[in-house]
């Protein structure tokens, strides 16, 4: 996952950790990352269930 940040209620979904932490300034962010080693899917959503959807919704194309 990106940079160093602490995720909290992280799940798994799939090959793709969702996890929700704050950003540099105070706002709450929700990032699906595949864990994949050649996948590299990451992004940042600002809802939970937007970031959740994406995850379930992820066709890994490292699989
Ligand atoms: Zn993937």
Redesign the pocket.
């Given at each position: 996952m990106a940079a160093k940040r602490r995720f909290r209620n992280v799940v798994r979904i799939?090959?793709?950790q969702v996890g929700t932490a704050y950003d540099q300034r105070g706002q709450e962010k929700h990032t699906a990352a595949?864990?994949?080693p050649?996948?590299?899917?990451s992004t940042e959503y600002d809802s939970r269930s937007a970031a959740e959807l994406a995850a379930r919704t992820?066709?890994?194309?490292?699989?």
């Open positions: 799939g090959p793709v595949c864990t994949a050649r996948c590299g899917f992820h066709r890994c194309p490292a699989r």
